[in-house]
């Protein structure tokens, strides 16, 4: 919806893919780990006035982010398993950290890790460029970049986005 030529809101969904390097999946014992983000946003848009140069605009908005994260095979950590700075985002009972982010070393209990979810607030700016594509009705070409924040209880997690897309 725009309120003028310069002024909008919309809503959108986002998943982004949260991919762990092999390096740590080998390295921190997390064979076939995968994780996802989807979030829920309501934008603001303000829009370069069209004289300045091509359709450029920038985004701030609110929202909510779910981030999920799972192993292939579900991994039972006996009392007394090293922690791992990677395993955080599964919140199993070894990954317990103070302020100053040093692990606790041990699993007071035991704990299994298979998959994990945190819903939470967050926020994300940026801003990009649209091309509008005369072969196709009212159909734009946008270059986008973002930078997106959540602030889940265990960490926060920030994603940077570019985006080339189509709107119609």
Known sequence: MNFSRLFGVDAEYMYYGLGLKPSVMNGQGLPDASGHMQSINLDGIVTVPR???KLAYGI???????RHVSLAHSQFLQNGTPGQPAWIWWDPLC?????AKIYDPAAPYGA???SNSK??????????VTYRLNALHNAKLYLEWRYHRAYQSDVQTIVMPFTVGLRW
Do not use: E, K, Q, R
Not at 61 to 66: E, H, N, R, T
Not at 95 to 99: F, L, T
Not at 119 to 128: L, R
């Open 51 to 53: 004289h300045v140069g």
């Open 60 to 66: 701030f908005d609110i929202g909510f982010y779910d």
């Open 119 to 128: 819903v939470a607030g967050g926020f994300n700016y940026g801003g990009g």
């Open 95 to 99: 990954a317990d950290y103070n302020p």
């Open 112 to 114: 299994t890790m298979s």
